[in-house]
Structure formats: C-alpha cells, structure tokens
C-alpha cells in the first residue's frame, strides 16, 4: 500500500529539499532503521517510480520523481499533516482558509500558503494581483504579513530564496505547489543539490 507510515517517513526526509539526494545508508541512518528495512522498502519505491536513483560508486542515490502521481500524493500528504497541526497551534490562520475560498471564486487563485510569518497568495496573473492587492489583505491576514504575487514571481522566490520550500505550510493548492516545483525542478537540482551526509 502506497503512504504508509514508513513511507511517510521517507518522504518528510524529502519535504523539506524536494531536490535532496540520499543514499539508502543516509536514509536509514536518519531515520534511526536498520540498513536492510530500508533498502527493501526503497528498492520498492524505486520500482513504483516514486524514486529516481542515480548510482555512485556503490550506492545507489535517491531523489523524488515528480513526474509521478504517486509521488506527488505521498508529498501531498505530508503537507496535510503539517496543515493539521499548524491549524491547531494557530487556529486564527482559519480565517485565512475562508479568505481563500472567497478568492478562488473570484479570481484565479493557484496557491497560498504561510512561510515563518507571512501569508503568500499566489494568482495566475498581473491583473488579478493588482485585484487581490486592492482588497484588504491586512484584514485577513490575522497577524500575519499578507502579499500577493504572480505565479513567475512566486517561481523566482522559490529559485532565490531556499527557506521557503524548507519552511512552509500549504493552506490551499497542494497540487499547484508541487506542479511549480516539477517547473523549475532542473534549475533546483543546479543550485541546491548536493549529497548530503
């Protein structure tokens, strides 16, 4: 079954870098498992095509496919996870969620989500920013600092700044989000990748 709990764990390894590449031995190291319950469980994944795995030397590397529903949907619920539980420390960001699905009727809405103090509402294009932009966000922010961007300038923060694909929560548009990052997932991989020991 695809999203188990060991899965699940595998994958929040990923969350936070979607360009991250591990080795079987930094996996189950992080994870405190034994070598050969991981190596099972990840040679599964790589035939699922949940992973993409590059060999060095000996060891096999392991980076998320994005190019597989799967994958996507193992992220998704992770993301779900940490919607929950910032939902229960900081119940105000409800309003937020309201705010956003009056906005989706309205406008184009792709994403929002909530990055260290700042809510991000992403729209489709200039003019419904502008739109966005008009209307109080202050309001709804709820404490929060409240901007609107396009999707090209949303991509562009993602590219220069690190931390927001490290430190996010998604309120609304879990599929759009990792569809941006499938976009600019080669120019991730140039600047951020490394292994990681």
Same mark, same amino acid.
């Given at each position: ?36 319950? %991981?190596? /099972? $469980?990840?040679?599964? #994944?790589? &035939?699922?095509?949940?992973?993409? @795995?590059?060999? !060095?030397?000996?060891?096999? +590397? ?17 993301? %779900?996870? /940490? $919607?929950?539980?910032? #939902?229960? &420390?900081?119940?105000?960001?409800? @309003?937020?969620? !309201?705010?956003?699905?009056? +906005? ?94």
């Amino acid at each position: 079954m695809i999203g188990n709990e060991l899965e699940q764990e595998i994958i929040s390894l990923y969350a936070k870098d979607t360009s991250s590449l591990y080795s079987i031995n930094q996996i189950a190291s992080k994870l405190g498992k034994t070598y050969p319950y %991981i190596n /099972k $469980k990840i040679t599964r #994944l790589i &035939k699922n095509k949940i992973f993409k @795995k590059t060999i !060095s030397g000996r060891a096999y +590397l392991c980076s998320l496919n994005l190019d597989n529903d799967e994958t996507i949907y193992l992220l998704i619920l992770n993301e %779900i996870k /940490k $919607k929950k539980q910032e #939902l229960t &420390k900081k119940p105000e960001l409800r @309003k937020v969620m !309201s705010y956003a699905n009056k +906005l989706k009727k309205l406008t184009g809405l792709q994403l929002v989500l909530k990055h260290k103090n700042k809510i991000i509402y992403v729209l489709e294009n200039q003019q419904e920013k502008e739109q966005v932009q008009k209307a109080s966000l202050r309001q709804v922010a709820q404490g929060h600092h409240a901007t609107a961007l396009t999707k090209k300038e949303f991509l562009g923060e993602l590219l220069e700044n690190k931390e927001i694909q490290e430190n996010h929560v998604i309120l609304y548009g879990y599929e759009k989000y990792y569809e941006y990052l499938k976009e600019i997932e080669d120019e991730l991989k140039l600047r951020y990748s490394k292994l990681i020991p």
